[in-house]
Structure formats: structure tokens, C-alpha cells
């Protein structure tokens, strides 16, 4: 089988995906290692045995809903190539506009003083995408802070750690913490396994947060395509101990969180919080009910709402 053979059949065995031609390329320049230029130029390569067994087992995963990013294991996010499983949620271009925010937020910090270390958590990390791609664009711009990822699944937080380790320099989980809570002191970062804020004691300059924030029956309405990705990380409708809240407007955690963020924020601390355009002026109404003051709604790159931000 030719590279232009396989695009042939990957585009007509994947007829039903939104996008065949580009599931069948990502899949095959995963598994020839070629980028988008060679494949390209490479139309009569004739696949190995084993590229063509490895190509026509993901055109079969494909098939059955399974997202592309999952059966190849990484997904690019803010110019980084990210770790994800089936314990994350893939990361979105809509949620870059999050660490754009934090980034804005960080500057006027170090505007007003430029020696400070701001200390900043990334709550529902789930793969740390945002908080890793904040630590990694500060490092290049030589500007210092520390990170705090917490997420309530032990699956998600090791996906972070991974991808921490990937991208951020070398660093081991500290024999002095044990698993589930890893200290990365090379990379200055904390790794947290926790119901929310039960198990931080400290306070942060900034905190960025993607909760689940999707209405339970669409949840539930989302997963039957296939495509796999956790009921934990959508579902905000949902109480302290994960059972269906009776709510169908997926701000049930959001309501637990919010107080607990401005308790969590030092004084002029900052919350940068990703939420459903359904929902994001009710969440704005729940910020201010918490004590946040200044007040917004960001909207994203298709102009839906989709960031509320807020001033302790």
C-alpha cells in the first residue's frame, strides 16, 4: 500500500468524520514519522508491513469515534506538543485564549514588581496544558514563577507530570512526597491530587481553571459518538463526592469553586476561569456573588463567550 493508496482508503473508510482527509494525513504521518511536506511529496511510498497493519488498525479505531489525538497519543496546543490519554480532555484552540489571558495577567504583575516570583495554580489541570504552556512561554521571556497543577484524578495528574517533564526540563517526583502529590523543584512546580482546593493550604497570586462546566445530559449526549474522553472533566453538574447534582445548567462545581478561589487568592489575585458560552453571564453573576470584583467575559476566536475573569 502507497502513501496515496492509503489516503485513498482512509478518506473513504472515514466518509462519516467531519475532516477524513486530515484524520488520515495525522494518522499517517504518525506512523511514517513523515511531516505534512513529505508526505506530500512522497505519494508513491510503499508503506511496511507494519505501517500498513499500524494504519488500518487506527483507520479502524477512527471508525469508531475514537479521536485522532487519542490513538496517537499527543495533540498541539499553544505551539507544544502535548502527552494526552483517555484520562484527559484534548486540549482545544478555544482554551489557549485562557493562557492568553494569565499571560496578560502575569505581565501587569511583573509590571508593578518586576522582581517578583508569582505563584500560580492551575486547577482541573487535566493534562496541564495551560498551566505548562504559561510556565513555558514565561521561560523564554526569562521571567521566573511557581505552579501549582491540581486535579482530582491521580490518571490525569500523571499525564501532567509527563508532559511537565517533557516540556518544561528534567525533573523526578521527590522521594519526601509521595504518590499522588509530586514536587518537581527543577521546574519549580507542585503536582496535587485534590477535591478541589481540600488539600491546598496556600494562596496564589493567579489562578486559571477549564472546570467541567457541560450540562449533564450533554455530557452524557457528547460521549455517544465515541469518542471517549472522560465524564469527569465535562460534567459540572455533579456534587463533592461526583454524584449527579439534579442540575442542568453544569455549574454545579463551579458554585463549590468560586468561594473557594477567593479564598485561595492572595489580595488583588487574580481568577481566569474557561466556562460554556451557555452559561459564562450566569458565571460572571456567580463571580461577583463570590466577592470578585471587576468583572468580565472574554470571547474567544469564534466570538462566542467563553473566559470569566475577576479581581479579589
Same mark, same amino acid.
Do not use: W
Given at each position: 500500500?502507497?502513501?496515496q493508496?492509503?489516503?485513498?482508503y482512509?478518506?473513504?473508510?472515514?466518509?462519516?468524520s467531519?475532516?477524513?482527509?486530515?484524520?488520515?494525513?495525522?494518522l499517517?504521518?504518525?506512523?511514517?514519522?513523515?511531516?505534512?511536506?513529505?508526505l506530500?511529496?512522497n505519494?508513491?511510498?510503499?508503506?511496511?508491513?507494519?505501517?500498513?497493519?499500524d494504519?488500518?488498525?487506527?483507520?479502524?479505531?477512527?471508525?469508531?469515534?475514537?479521536?485522532?489525538?487519542?490513538?496517537?497519543?499527543?495533540?498541539?496546543?499553544?505551539?507544544?506538543?502535548?502527552?494526552?490519554t483517555?484520562?484527559?480532555?484534548?486540549?482545544?484552540?478555544?482554551?489557549?485564549?485562557?493562557?492568553?489571558?494569565?499571560?496578560?495577567?502575569?505581565?501587569?504583575?511583573?509590571?508593578?514588581?518586576?522582581?517578583?516570583?508569582?505563584?500560580v495554580?492551575?486547577?482541573?489541570?487535566?493534562?496541564?496544558?495551560?498551566?505548562?504552556?504559561?510556565?513555558?512561554?514565561?521561560?523564554?521571556?526569562?521571567?521566573?514563577?511557581?505552579?501549582?497543577?491540581?486535579?482530582? @484524578?491521580?490518571?490525569?495528574?500523571?499525564?501532567?507530570?509527563?508532559?511537565?517533564?517533557?516540556?518544561?526540563?528534567?525533573?523526578?517526583?521527590?522521594?519526601?512526597?509521595?504518590?499522588?502529590?509530586?514536587?518537581? @523543584?527543577?521546574?519549580?512546580?507542585?503536582?496535587?491530587?485534590?477535591?478541589?482546593?481540600?488539600?491546598?493550604?496556600?494562596?496564589?497570586?493567579?489562578?486559571?481553571?477549564?472546570?467541567?462546566?457541560?450540562?449533564?445530559s450533554?455530557?452524557?449526549?457528547?460521549?455517544?459518538?465515541?469518542?471517549?474522553?472522560p465524564?469527569?472533566?465535562?460534567?459540572?453538574?455533579?456534587?463533592?463526592?461526583?454524584?449527579?447534582?439534579?442540575?442542568?445548567?453544569?455549574?454545579?462545581?463551579?458554585?463549590?469553586?468560586?468561594?473557594?478561589?477567593?479564598?485561595?487568592?492572595?489580595?488583588?489575585?487574580?481568577?481566569?476561569?474557561?466556562?460554556?458560552?451557555?452559561?459564562?453571564?450566569?458565571?460572571?453573576?456567580?463571580?461577583?456573588?463570590?466577592?470578585f470584583?471587576?468583572?468580565?467575559?472574554?470571547?474567544?476566536?469564534?466570538?462566542?463567550?467563553?473566559?470569566?475573569?475577576?479581581?479579589?
Amino acid at each position: 500500500m502507497t502513501i496515496q493508496e492509503a489516503k485513498l482508503y482512509g478518506k473513504n473508510q472515514l466518509a462519516s468524520s467531519p475532516t477524513p482527509d486530515l484524520d488520515t494525513a495525522v494518522l499517517l504521518q504518525h506512523i511514517t514519522g513523515f511531516d505534512k511536506t513529505h508526505l506530500l511529496l512522497n505519494r508513491d511510498f510503499e508503506l511496511s508491513g507494519e505501517q500498513k497493519s499500524d494504519f488500518l488498525a487506527a483507520i479502524e479505531k477512527r471508525k469508531t469515534g475514537l479521536p485522532v489525538a487519542y490513538i496517537i497519543g499527543h495533540k498541539e496546543f499553544f505551539g507544544l506538543d502535548f502527552l494526552v490519554t483517555p484520562d484527559v480532555l484534548i486540549p482545544k484552540p478555544d482554551t489557549e485564549l485562557l493562557v492568553e489571558l494569565a499571560l496578560d495577567a502575569l505581565e501587569d504583575k511583573f509590571r508593578a514588581n518586576p522582581a517578583s516570583i508569582p505563584t500560580v495554580c492551575d486547577m482541573c489541570t487535566g493534562s496541564g496544558c495551560v498551566g505548562i504552556s504559561i510556565n513555558a512561554e514565561l521561560r523564554m521571556r526569562n521571567a521566573e514563577l511557581k505552579m501549582t497543577f491540581v486535579d482530582i @484524578s491521580e490518571k490525569a495528574l500523571e499525564v501532567a507530570r509527563k508532559n511537565a517533564q517533557r516540556l518544561l526540563g528534567t525533573g523526578e517526583p521527590s522521594d519526601q512526597c509521595p504518590v499522588p502529590h509530586y514536587e518537581l @523543584s527543577i521546574m519549580n512546580c507542585a503536582f496535587v491530587q485534590s477535591n478541589l482546593f481540600e488539600n491546598i493550604p496556600h494562596t496564589f497570586d493567579l489562578i486559571v481553571t477549564n472546570p467541567p462546566y457541560v450540562p449533564h445530559s450533554e455530557s452524557l449526549e457528547l460521549l455517544k459518538d465515541g469518542r471517549s474522553e472522560p465524564l469527569l472533566a465535562l460534567d459540572g453538574d455533579v456534587t463533592e463526592n461526583g454524584e449527579y447534582a439534579r442540575t442542568e445548567d453544569g455549574l454545579s462545581l463551579i458554585r463549590r469553586l468560586l468561594p473557594q478561589c477567593y479564598e485561595h487568592l492572595n489580595r488583588n489575585g487574580v481568577l481566569i476561569m474557561e466556562t460554556g458560552e451557555y452559561n459564562a453571564q450566569e458565571t460572571a453573576e456567580l463571580f461577583r456573588q463570590a466577592g470578585f470584583r471587576n468583572v468580565r467575559i472574554e470571547y474567544d476566536m469564534n466570538e462566542m463567550m467563553r473566559d470569566v475573569v475577576g479581581v479579589k
